[in-house]
């Protein structure tokens, strides 16, 4: 019997159309879907039929995002299946949470509102740069980060691939280093240095927020990007700290396949996270479910 962790994406994963073909397909995707217009009108429509520009607003495609990946959660389990863990990709985690019980939608959903909300704030008031740095040991991407005022590592994806966030008038001078110590650097598409000092004060505000929150207990186990294991402190401080500090990604991998989980779906779109989860093990499986068509045979892999 597979022992299946679900996975939720992060930010940068959006497109247009996300989510519709599973509300069309399964009932309980629709219910999220149903839920979350009632919560903040609009936003199925968003979801749906966004423009790119729009979906790449932090404010926008972070809600949209949680909601089709609570969708297809919610898909999988209404065909019969349990997850034995969870992890989220920066946002992807507040994804995690809700499906692992922590918090409900209705609580969870104005949450994820406020976060981009903040994290857009903060964005503005400081221009970053995003880039994966590729063909590089961690140790040299941080030696080369370590020589500029404001370069931080921040993302440990899988080997050879570790996100820098920066200010953005370093940023032709860093991929330039990159470059001459033999590596490859790809700039992201984002509006912000997420998951760096940049970030603190959108931290700030998203920690007095949760504090007014109560967590339910967990139905399942999930794994936090700011330690790379397993909760076992608060969720206030782990989903907080999480928007200014570096996502360790490979150690949450590592540590599930430590506990057996021999699968993973990732939930939502695309399947960047389970490229990643391959790089790290290749003798695992991955699977997705973004669609009626990826539900369906995910769930014919799965039984």
């Known amino acids: 019997m597979a022992k299946t962790a679900f996975i939720f994406p992060g930010q940068g994963a959006q497109y247009s159309g ?13 219910a999220v879907f149903d839920k979350g217009e009632q919560l903040r009108p609009g936003i199925r429509e968003l979801c749906f039929h966004g423009t790119e520009e729009e979906l790449r607003q932090t404010r926008n495609a972070q809600p949209c995002l949680f909601l089709t990946e609570l969708a297809a959660a919610r898909a ?17 985690e507040l994804s995690a949470v809700c499906a692992a019980g922590l918090l409900p939608l209705e609580r969870a959903l104005p949450l994820v509102l ?19 740095v590729l063909r590089l040991e961690n140790e040299r991407v941080e030696e080369l980060a370590a020589g500029f005022r404001a370069v931080y590592p921040v993302n440990y994806n899988c080997p050879g691939q570790l996100t820098v966030s920066g200010a953005k008038e370093e940023e032709d001078d860093f991929l330039r280093a990159v470059r001459e110590a033999g590596g490859r650097a790809v700039p992201l598409k984002v509006s912000g240095g997420f998951h760096s000092p940049f970030m603190r004060s959108a931290a700030e505000a998203f920690s007095s927020l949760l504090s007014e929150e109560s967590f339910a207990a967990l139905q399942y186990p999930i794994y936090s990007n700011l ?8 969720p ?32 939502g779109p695309g399947s960047t996270l389970s490229g990643m989860v391959q790089r790290i093990d290749r003798t695992v499986r991955t699977l997705h479910v973004e669609d009626a068509e990826s539900l369906r045979s995910t769930v014919s892999a799965l039984r």
């Open 18 to 30: 996300m989510g519709k073909a599973l509300a069309v397909s399964s009932p309980a995707a629709a």
């Open 76 to 92: 999988l389990e209404e065909a019969g299946f349990q997850a034995a863990a969870a992890a989220g990709f920066s946002l992807g």
């Open 114 to 132: 406020l976060r981009g909300e903040l994290m857009e704030k903060a964005a503005a008031a400081q221009p970053a740069f995003m880039a994966a």
């Open 227 to 234: 330690t790379g294991r397993r909760y076992d402190s608060s």
């Open 236 to 267: 206030q401080e782990l989903l907080s700290a999480q928007i200014c500090s570096p996502v360790r990604w490979e150690s949450i991998i590592r540590q599930m396949l430590a506990s057996g989980i021999d699968t993973f779906v990732e939930l």
